[in-house]
């Protein structure tokens, strides 16, 4: 065949050198239209190969190459090569399409990498195989099942404008007749020469093939993965020889060769001897051929060499592998431990032991120490090298895990640290999902996977490729860059943090590729050993060899019976996991894997699990439950789809969990990858898409599940639906149904003819685009039927990314869906369409209109959007339920609704708001619209006045401000005076870039009902300009008082904020005004603010509409609690202490009497007419319900009677949301998985999977007496109370009706049901949430606890302590403004002898990650500061040290106003006479231009007060009590989170040699930091004597 290009080509080639050399035009300007064909079709075996010329930056993508049955003569050449249709197959980058549609990813060499000079070749081979040559390497087969007639097709792409035909013909040694006879050798020749030999002790070998037919089967394109059965009996060694005459079956050769593979990779894995692989690629392994071409090669000859051989490779045999490529199997005991190779340093962390020839690391005492494992590598890596580890075991006890990265640093000279993370210079460290660059973190999610989440057997690697980019890679997948600019000498380095103990280096990261060899190798010593044999034996085997049988390597409670037919779980009722089943060999393309159920236990919770997987039994190591895989695994658990274990479906079908002993579920991977289920034989529909070509079933026979059998007969399955848009149908199993999925004629859905990339489910409800992050158009989705009149056609976003630019287009088209040909997106439609795009109307393809009034780009998750056509034919758009008014007019009658889910949009449902309207609302443009906007606040919104600028129009009953005009002129008020500390907020809902300049806010005397009615003679240009009363606005990041700067570089600039972000203000009770951006109050940004004044905003510049989101200060307040049965108690307005009801009328809630049901745990046992329940053996099997539903808005309360300090742990509750009287229940409420919502320690967990941490207290530290109490609200949120006292929403969405649940496990022995539904309050409530009296965790079960302490019931519910009544009287004569203290008194603190021991209090806690001793201030009382939010606040509850800090009174204001420590050089000492009660002035305010950056003096702390408390820290002043007229002596101190590594410990400055505290030794009782941020005010210390 001639190496020419066809004459006929994309627009842009020029065509020269003969038609041997392609050129893409203009090559700067333009991408695409570079499209070549070969002039002949190609022959089979010729590599048709071209060489890169020339390639240009200005592009990403390059060149891509394959094939195509089209004839280039007739064809309409499309812009690139993935455009091809009618039996084309291409590799881009390094995926393989056919038809545009992606078939296999991850494959060969990523050709975008390629550079000039590089050649690139593909081949059809005789099996119809299409294999990809990069620069004379095969990289293997990319597809099969090809066509006899097809052109080679190139596309000069992206960066590739010049390439030249070097060659057409056979690779070397494959020409002609020789492979034919090659191949005939393979048929004909028996593996006569075969010698193998087989060492115990160091367990290496070499095989030898004795023919060139046998090495030349190497070079075959086979790229199945051999089946490798864990069943054979591996012999102690093999034969010494095989003579050519010894009687030996096919299946013996197969089990040994087999054998020997399995050991291959088992002495790798067990850390043993790493068995080196010598010889080329698998392209070079031909060696011993010799020039006769037939002579056998014998000993050192042969292309795979013995033990020792090294390279292995005769002087016969193809040229040498480059250092990137495949290895052989040649056997090279000594290769991986030479100097060169990748080892752990052997100077490593203190807890650190090494093994295996320093290539696994193991840290000493897992369950004692969670730090001090540190390892790095015993050489600094190179360019491009895989630097990868195997996690070996992890320990269930710890939070955080393992950590990777790189560092500068030598080992040989460095002073390891506890943790890779406190090293504050050249370290680039992986942690969880982010990456800290020198302890700090840069990227908070580099990726989706979390190195927490990893399990045993997971890999991590690293690479610094060659322009210094850090990639990481989890389980071979490559993160993608975590770090652009990597110093060019780095080591390796592992953090075995927490729960990672052991991990191990590997070094044969081309997997796959060994397994291509290895098949190769059993391919060319028997050509039928694609199946795997079941046993060794010399009986022929069964004339069904293909048939689905359960593999024999499965879960560790699981077996398998009846010749691989039936899998079940023997000890069922002792275990509810480890009984993973594998299919013994790939499914093939639309072939039903089915089982049938044949046993269940009524013990557990959950049942059978049933999917696919890309992981080979053989190898795999089985988790306890399918759905722990991280990696090529689908599975449908319960009605929902799970990917890697993550859930992908939520509602997909029929729920697993309902089936009984007889039903069947059924499994297909169709031929275009699409993955469906079947129950009772009824298909599901599609549950996911580009499914990979070889999997295997799997079966999780989890829970109640214990037997299955696999069902050989699938005739009574109905056939699939050939489209994907049959949604999962909802039915009960084995119930007379309809599959044909028709919708009703009034029924909205997606037509099931839809873009390329778009998928319809849900019965039509969803349509989604797949692989959204490497495609981004052809996902149109059309409504099934046409609109009626003045219908809405509405949808919602469910899922955007954040990668494309554009988003949604919506609109209506008159082309009937049977005729439309979907283009890639709908705007390229040229007749009868009309689109909105961003805010552009457009018709055909032309823009009719700019600016409408909303924008679809700015859209996010949970927006709505609908289309209209009126009976007029006018077409209005709505946006979460308003009508953005008239886009267009004179449509035609019958339109359909239309989608383009373009960009970032992803995946978008039909909400049930679509249907018909009232068209009267519909006809007007700009107006009040026919869906008001309803306030996100629960309670009376917020609205805006009705005066204002002139360019602003009122939208959703004054909820929404729009400019439609100018940049000016958009000033708004607030339609009420704000109250004291109430709360006005905005949010920025649409942005002009056109404009300078944005939002600008503030407060203003000016009363707007006196403004005149026409706004052209009332209102400023702008706010800044707006001097006729006295107003204070913030522009930009500038205060000003009538125009005049009072302040700059106040807050965060406005002019940054951008869609999405809100604004607040509001007038506190000190006369300050205070700015909040996305609900962080910036502080006081002006001073002396008077008390009548209207919030005020002006839509100024680039932001041209706002909506509010705030409501009124009374309703406010109620709002941000969920519904309670106190929250009226403390309110001045209502006495009646029950809930406000939503109507008045509505009869008074009669309490349901709730008792315990019969049916409980077998431990626990009932008395008291059932109100009263104890557990009267062991520590578990405690669990028991409520008899009656829990009503809604009903408190349901028990009390703890009796704790048994001898376990550790205690109880849990919570609801569950399906009926207890025949519930088989297990031993602890952790083991339900259907339906339940749990609050165990100070976590929250649904279905056994935990979704909240950190809520409430701990409810492992209540003591005897506490009441704890579960309310669900109207709303269906779940409430816990403690004590009487809400701690919020712990869940949503609880199902009505529901069951208490109580699992008295552990320390918790006995509780009563509390009868007074309605509990007393008043009592003072101890601090909950930042409690300072923090634990170390506990460890119990495996599980990490974090023990906080929580307070009993008060003997005297309204006891007052004198103490702290008097400590209370002080702080009132500070005059201290209020805003700096907690708005909720109930989370103050008294430390008095009375108070603390009535608590229980114990003297000294710990708390921070690593946790530090502190002391509890007894004989102190703390007032509760509010916490000014910023970034670490979350982390300062949970992670941050607890100290105190010794202050003066006369430094408390300034200290408070600074929200900062001051040291005594920096602050005035107050004087030490008689304190009388002083105005504000006493204390200086705080200066608004100081320098931010300024230097923190030293500033002392301790972690008791012992220390800080004496005065010389906090001098004493005297008081006279305004009550008592007694004299007084106070102190004050401050209670601060100090950041770990932010201080120094040391002695104490004072020379006190006699102890002060007996915990904390002089030498480390004072603790100085210089680090600004590094402490966080908490409380307000004040001691009177």
């Known amino acids: 065949m001639a190496a020419e290009l066809h004459p006929r080509s994309g627009k842009l080639i020029a065509l020269s050198n003969s038609n041997r050399t392609a050129q893409r035009n203009q090559p700067v300007q333009e991408f695409n239209h570079g499209l070549v064909l070969s002039r002949e079709p190609l022959r089979d ?66 050709l975008d990498q390629l550079g000039e000079g590089d050649h690139v070749g593909i081949q059809r081979n005789g099996k119809g195989e299409l294999h990809l040559w990069v620069n004379g390497q095969d990289c293997g087969t990319a597809a099969n099942g090809l066509p006899s007639r097809l052109w080679a097709v190139v596309d000069l792409y992206g960066k590739c404008t010049q390439v030249t035909v070097v060659s057409c013909e056979p690779p070397p040694e494959m020409e002609g007749d020789e492979e034919e006879e090659v191949e005939d050798e393979i048929e004909s020749t028996p593996a006569e020469s075969i010698l193998a030999d087989h060492n115990q002790e160091d367990r290496t070998g070499a095989i030898v093939l004795s023919s060139a037919g046998e090495t030349a089967a190497l070079m075959n394109g086979s790229v199945e993965v051999p089946e490798v059965s864990t069943t054979h009996n591996r012999p102690d060694k093999f034969p010494n020889n095989f003579e050519p005459d010894s009687v030996l079956t096919e299946h013996q050769l197969f089990d040994v060769f087999n054998s020997a593979i399995v050991s291959l990779y088992r002495s790798e894995d067990e850390g043993g001897e790493d068995l080196g692989v010598g010889g080329g690629s698998s392209d070079s392994l031909r060696g011993g051929t010799g020039s006769s071409g ?21 002087s016969n045999s193809s040229p040498a592998r480059s250092s990137g490529g495949p290895t052989g199997l040649g056997v090279a005991p000594g290769d991986m431990t030479t100097n060169d190779a990748l080892l752990f340093h052997e100077k490593c962390g203190t807890l650190i032991k090494l093994s295996n020839n320093n290539k696994t690391a193991e840290r000493r005492r897992p369950l004692d120490e969670f730090n001090n494992g540190v390892v790095m590598t015993n050489r600094p890596l190179r360019h491009n090298e895989m630097f990868e580890i195997r996690i070996d075991k992890l320990v269930d006890k710890w939070s955080g895990s393992i950590e990777i990265g790189v560092t500068t640093h030598n080992p040989n000279n460095l002073d390891y640290p506890a943790t890779m993370t406190n090293l504050r210079s050249g370290t680039i460290m992986m942690s969880g999902c982010g990456i800290l660059t020198n302890g700090k973190g840069t990227r908070r999610e580099y990726c989706e996977f979390s190195l927490d989440e990893l399990q045993e057997g997971d890999h991590i690697g690293l690479m610094r490729k060659a322009s210094g980019a850090l990639h990481f890679y989890i389980n071979g997948i490559d993160q993608g860059v975590a770090a652009s600019q990597t110093p ?73 019976i009846s010749d691989g037919r039936t899998a079940l779980r023997p000890h069922a009722t002792d275990d509810f996991n480890h009984g993973v089943v594998l299919s013994n060999r790939p499914l093939h393309s639309n072939e039903v894997f089915q089982v049938r159920i044949d046993k269940m236990v009524d013990k557990w919770a959950g049942s059978i699990e049933i999917g696919v997987t890309t992981h080979n039994p053989a190898y795999l190591q089985l988790p306890s439950t399918m759905t722990n895989l991280r990696s090529g695994t689908w599975m ?84 699939l639906p050939d489209d994907s848009s049959e949604g999962p149908t909802a039915m009960s199993p084995g119930s007379p149904c309809s599959v044909s999925g028709v919708i009703t004629a009034n029924d909205l859905r997606f037509h099931h003819l839809h873009g390329t990339n778009a998928v319809i489910t849900n019965g039509g409800r969803t349509a989604l685009r797949q692989n959204c992050r490497s495609e981004f158009n052809d996902a149109i989705v059309i409504s099934n039927r046409c609109l009626r009149d003045g219908e809405l056609f509405e949808i919602v976003i469910q899922k955007m990314v954040d990668r494309w630019s554009g988003s949604i287009e919506a609109g209506v088209t008159a082309i009937r869906p049977e005729e439309l040909e979907f283009p890639n997106t709908m705007t390229d439609i040229d007749y009868d369409t009309w689109m909105l795009s961003g805010t552009a109307i457009m018709q055909d393809g032309n823009t009719m209109r700019n600016n409408y009034g909303c924008d679809l780009d700015s859209l996010t998750t949970g927006s709505r959007i609908g289309m209209m056509r009126t009976a007029s034919g006018d077409l209005h758009y709505f946006i979460n339920g308003v009508d953005q008014g008239v886009a267009c007019t004179g449509l035609q009658p019958e339109v359909f609704a239309v989608v383009d889910l373009y960009g970032q949009c992803v995946q978008v449902a039909i909400t049930s708001s679509s249907g018909p309207l009232d068209n009267s609302l519909c006809t007007s443009n700009i107006t009040e619209k026919s869906f008001p906007i309803h306030s996100p606040v629960t309670g009376v919104a917020h609205r805006l006045h009705s005066k204002h600028g002139k360019n602003v129009v009122l939208l959703g009953d004054g909820c929404q401000a729009l400019r439609v005009g100018g940049y000016a002129h958009g000033i708004v008020f607030s339609a009420k005076e704000l109250k004291t500390d109430e709360v006005f907020e905005v949010k920025i809902n649409k942005v002009d870039e056109r404009w300078s300049g944005s939002l600008h806010v503030g407060l203003t005397t000016l009363q707007p009902p006196d403004l005149p009615s026409c706004p052209l003679s009332g209102l400023s240009p702008s706010l800044t300009q707006l001097r006729s009363k006295v107003t204070w606005v913030l522009a930009g990041s500038e205060v000003r008082r009538n125009g005049v ?63 509010i989101v705030s409501s009124t200060l009374v309703e406010d307040a109620e709002s941000v609690k969920a519904p309670s049965l106190s929250s009226d108690s403390c309110s001045e307005v209502e006495e009646d202490s029950t809930p406000v009801r939503e109507c008045e009328n509505e009869p008074p809630l009669v309490p349901t009497v709730m008792t315990f049901l019969e049916n409980h745990g077998k431990n626990i046992q009932l008395s008291n007419q059932n109100l009263t329940a104890a557990r009267v053996s062991s520590y578990n099997q405690g669990l028991l319900v409520t008899a009656q539903a829990l009503p809604r808005q009903q408190l349901f309360q028990f009390q703890i009677d009796r704790l048994n300090l001898s376990w550790t742990s205690s109880l849990s509750l919570g609801v569950i949301g399906h009926s207890p009287d025949r519930l088989n229940f297990p031993s602890t409420a952790c083991c339900l998985k259907r339906s339940v919502w749990l609050l165990q320690r100070d976590s929250v967990f649904h279905n056994s999977l935990k979704i909240c941490e950190n809520y409430g207290p701990n409810l492992d530290t209540c003591p005897e007496g506490t009441v704890l109490g579960l309310l669900v609200d109207s709303s269906g949120c ?73 307070p009993p019931p008060e003997v005297n519910p309204n006891k007052t302590c004198e103490y702290q009544a008097l400590c209370s009287r002080f702080k009132d004569l500070l005059t201290l403004p209020d805003g700096y203290f907690n708005e909720d008194a109930n989370y103050n603190l008294c430390y008095c002898e009375s108070c603390h021991k009535l608590r229980g209090d114990e003297a000294y806690y710990k708390r921070g990650e690593p946790p530090r001793d502190y002391a509890l201030p007894f004989g102190w009382c703390r007032f509760a500061l509010r916490i000014k939010t910023h970034c670490e606040v979350s982390n300062a509850f949970k992670k941050w040290h607890i100290a105190y800090h010794g202050t003066s009174v006369g430094s408390l204001r300034r200290t408070l106003d600074h929200n900062q420590l001051l040291s005594a050089e920096s602050s005035s000492i107050f004087s030490s006479s008689p304190l009388k009660t002083e105005g504000h002035g006493s204390y200086g305010e705080p200066e608004e231009n100081s320098a931010p950056e300024r230097e923190i003096p030293c500033v002392q702390l301790s972690p008791t007060m012992r220390y800080s408390g004496l005065e010389v820290f906090a001098p004493k002043v005297q008081f006279r009590d305004p009550r008592s007229l007694r004299c007084h002596q106070a102190q004050v101190g401050f209670q601060v989170c100090v950041r770990p590594g932010s201080y120094k410990v040391g002695p104490t400055s004072l020379g006190i040699s006699e102890p002060l505290d007996p915990r904390f030794s002089n030498a480390e009782i004072e603790w100085i930091t210089k680090e600004k941020g590094g402490t966080l005010l908490y409380g307000l210390l004040i001691r009177v004597e």
């Not at 690139?80 to 991850?106: H, N, P, Q, Y």
């Open 45 to 110: 075996r010729d590599v048709f190969t071209v060489r890169i010329d020339k390639k240009v930056n200005s592009w990403s993508g390059s060149i891509e190459i394959g094939v195509t049955a089209l004839d280039p003569a007739g064809l309409e050449f499309p812009s690139s090569a993935t455009g091809l249709k009618g039996g084309s197959w291409i590799v881009s980058g390094c995926s393989v399409l056919k038809d545009g549609r992606s078939v296999l990813e991850e494959y060969g060499h990523d």
């Open 1045 to 1107: 700067l009072q302040r700059q570089n106040y807050g965060c600039s406005l002019d940054r904020l951008t869609v999405g972000n809100r604004v607040g203000v509001k007038r506190c009770s000190d006369d300050t005004m205070h700015i909040l951006i996305d609900g962080e109050d910036m502080g006081p940004a002006a001073t002396a603010v008077a008390k009548n004044v209207y919030a005020v905003f002006d839509l100024y510049g680039k932001v041209t509409t706002v909506s």
């Open 636 to 719: 449908m658990t319960g009605n929902g789809v799970m990917h890697n274990g993550t859930t992908i479906l939520d509602e997909y079908g029929h729920n697993l969990d309902r089936l009984k002993a007889g039903d069947t579920v059924g499994v297909v991977r169709k031929e275009d990858g699409s993955l469906h289920f079947f129950v009772n034989g009824v298909p599901q529909g599609p549950a996911a898409w580009n499914v990979p070509a070889s999997v295997y079933a799997v079966v999780d026979l989890y829970g109640q599940a214990a037997q299955a059998t696999i069902m050989d007969d699938m005739a009574d399955l109905p056939p």
């Open 488 to 560: 060019g000498v780095v080591y390796g380095v592992v953090d075995l943090y927490g729960m990672a103990v052991k991990v191990t280096i590997v070094h044969n990261h081309n997997h796959s590729d060994r397994l291509r060899r290895n098949n190769a190798i059993m391919r060319a010593l028997s050509p039928d050993v694609g199946r795997p044999r079941p046993a060794l034996s010399m009986t022929p085997e069964p004339d069904t060899p293909d048939r689905l049988l359960f593999h024999s390597n499965c879960g560790q409670k699981a077996a398998i």
């Open 294 to 314: 037939g002579g056998r090669a014998t000993g050192s000859d042969s292309g795979i060499g013995g033990v020792g051989a090294g390279g292995g490779s005769s």
């Open 1278 to 1350: 779940l409430h816990l109370y403690v004590n009487g006292m809400d701690q919020g929403v712990a869940a949503q969405d609880i199902p009505s009706p529901c069951h208490a649940l109580i699992d008295l496990y552990g320390q918790c022995e006995q509780v009563t049901i509390v009868a007074n539904y309605v509990p007393v309050f008043g009592g003072e409530r101890e601090d909950m949430r930042c409690q300072g009296d923090m634990e170390k965790a506990d460890m119990v079960d495996g599980i990490k606890e974090s023990v906080c302490w929580t």
